[in-house]
């Protein structure tokens, strides 16, 4: 996978606010698998890798 600058997404494509978007939400669900595997929460586990898997899928469809 080729890995671009956020400037580099800005001249390619006018979705560039949408890629940074999805990037935070990508981290933020990151941050909430950590706390919910610390905590042993399996359903909020379940659902926030849901939402990654979600997050992840979008974030293909608009790089390409």
């Known amino acids: 996978m080729m890995v ?6 800005l001249g390619r494509s006018g979705d560039a606010s ?7 939400q990508i981290a933020v669900a990151k941050q909430v ?3 919910a595997e610390a ?3 399996k ?6 890798m849901n939402k990654l898997a ?3 899928t ?3 469809e608009l790089e390409n």
């Open 58 to 60: 979008e974030l293909d």
């Open 33 to 35: 698998i950590k706390r």
């Open 43 to 48: 359903e909020a586990l379940e659902e926030a």
């Open 39 to 41: 905590a042993g929460h």
């Open 18 to 24: 949408d890629i940074l978007y999805l990037e935070q």
């Open 54 to 56: 979600e997050l992840e």
């Open 4 to 9: 671009m600058t956020y400037s580099q997404r």
